[in-house]
């Protein structure tokens, strides 16, 4: 029996190390490919977007929100009509105030993409559509949107529109308490809701969210943010430079590898109560939760275990 355990063991410990090898080969995709590269204009003419993480060219605004968009055609107005009320509005009042809105196209199979364009009629001067070549993810489709963005600041907003748009300005606020040298991030919070969340779940589920901080806290390495997966996160221009290139996953845990990226290269993080809903629709919902849950985990320890042999990089630290 020991020699079989020993057996095992060592074709478990062979797999690791084949595994990470693999992994480590995997590089922060930061470019541009096919009609990525380009936006539709209002009169159906390709534009180019500015190159990755420059405004080379372009006029810059104050504010970009990127909004990332896998298969939203009915709940991206939930998102869009408020985010436009508002800033509208702001850019009345307040002079020297600009802003645009990257939707993000990540590999659609319903009419998401003819309602993103309908849109882009309505407001062809504040809002763009980056359709990606394939679907990457949520992680991947906020990371291209932020590689486009011609804002001092850039927040992402998720399509659903779960978060009062208008908390913007408090998490705003917040972000210029802290920045500096250009460097800061302010992370809308659900954590004063989480009483009442634990209420209405299963006693399964909260099982599960107990577990993934834990995760987050232990493995994941990120210690002071207490809701890392709210979908409403304002990064100064350079915060998203630094961490966005560097992010390699690129799917439901991607906002844990962020701001861990945060920690390393110093940039000063704040968490912001928000008002928040629960919207119907949801893509996390139509997944099965420990599944979803086993591969967040598995994210979080391939990001632990890959940077701590220094298999990934964490590039242009400060």
Same mark, same amino acid.
């Given at each position: 029996?020991?020699?079989?355990?020993?057996?095992?063991?060592?074709v478990l410990i062979?797999?690791?190390?084949?595994?990470?090898?693999?992994?480590?080969?995997?590089?922060?995709?930061?470019?541009?490919?096919?009609?990525? *590269? @380009?936006?539709?204009?209002?009169?159906?003419?390709?534009?180019?977007? =500015?190159?990755?993480?420059?405004?080379?060219?372009?006029?810059?605004?104050?504010?970009?929100?990127?909004?990332?968009?896998?298969?939203?055609?009915?709940?991206i107005h939930l998102?869009?009509? =408020? $985010?436009?009320?508002?800033?509208?509005?702001?850019?009345?009042?307040?002079?020297? +105030?600009?802003?645009?809105?990257?939707?993000?196209?990540?590999?659609?199979?319903?009419?998401?993409?003819?309602?993103?364009?309908?849109?882009? !009629? *309505? @407001?062809?001067? !504040?809002?763009?559509?980056?359709?990606?070549?394939?679907?990457?993810?949520?992680?991947?489709?906020?990371?291209?949107?932020?590689?486009?963005?011609?804002?001092?600041?850039?927040?992402?907003?998720?399509?659903?529109?779960?978060?009062?748009?208008?908390?913007?300005?408090?998490v705003e606020q917040?972000?210029?308490?802290?920045?500096?040298?250009?460097?800061?991030?302010? $992370?809308?919070?659900?954590?004063?809701?989480?009483?009442?969340?634990?209420?209405?779940?299963? +006693?399964?589920?909260?099982?599960?969210?107990?577990?993934? !901080?834990?995760?987050?806290? @232990?493995?994941?390495?990120?210690?002071?943010?207490?809701?890392?997966? $709210?979908?409403?996160?304002?990064?100064?221009?350079?915060?998203?430079?630094?961490?966005?290139?560097?992010?390699?996953?690129?799917? #439901?845990?991607?906002?844990?590898?962020?701001?861990?990226?945060?920690?390393?290269?110093?940039? =000063?993080?704040?968490?912001?109560?928000?008002? #928040?809903?629960?919207?119907?629709?949801?893509?996390?919902?139509?997944?099965?939760?420990?599944?979803?849950?086993?591969?967040?985990? #598995?994210?979080?320890?391939?990001?632990?275990?890959?940077?701590? +042999?220094?298999?990934?990089?964490?590039?242009?630290?400060?």
């Amino acid at each position: 029996l020991l020699g079989v355990a020993a057996l095992v063991s060592g074709v478990l410990i062979v797999a690791l190390v084949i595994w990470l090898l693999l992994k480590a080969r995997t590089k922060p995709d930061v470019t541009l490919q096919g009609k990525e *590269k @380009y936006y539709i204009t209002k009169e159906g003419k390709q534009a180019p977007f =500015p190159l990755p993480f420059s405004r080379a060219g372009e006029d810059r605004v104050s504010l970009s929100v990127v909004v990332p968009a896998y298969n939203e055609e009915k709940r991206i107005h939930l998102c869009l009509e =408020p $985010c436009l009320e508002y800033l509208l509005e702001r850019e009345k009042r307040e002079s020297g +105030f600009s802003f645009e809105i990257i939707i993000v196209l990540d590999g659609c199979t319903d009419k998401t993409s003819v309602v993103a364009q309908e849109w882009v !009629h *309505k @407001y062809p001067h !504040h809002i763009r559509v980056l359709d990606l070549n394939h679907n990457r993810g949520k992680g991947g489709a906020v990371r291209k949107g932020m590689m486009v963005s011609r804002g001092d600041l850039i927040l992402y907003a998720d399509a659903d529109g779960a978060t009062r748009f208008s908390d913007l300005e408090k998490v705003e606020q917040a972000l210029r308490r802290v920045v500096s040298g250009n460097f800061g991030i302010s $992370c809308g919070s659900r954590a004063h809701l989480q009483g009442d969340a634990e209420a209405k779940r299963s +006693f399964s589920r909260n099982i599960l969210m107990w577990g993934f !901080h834990l995760v987050v806290k @232990y493995i994941g390495g990120v210690k002071n943010i207490q809701d890392t997966q $709210c979908g409403f996160k304002l990064f100064t221009r350079e915060a998203a430079r630094v961490t966005f290139s560097n992010l390699h996953i690129e799917r #439901w845990a991607f906002d844990v590898e962020v701001l861990w990226l945060a920690q390393q290269h110093r940039v =000063p993080v704040t968490e912001v109560q928000v008002n #928040w809903r629960e919207i119907e629709g949801s893509h996390l919902e139509e997944e099965d939760t420990r599944l979803v849950s086993i591969k967040m985990f #598995w994210d979080l320890l391939q990001v632990r275990l890959l940077y701590i +042999f220094g298999l990934w990089k964490v590039n242009g630290k400060q």
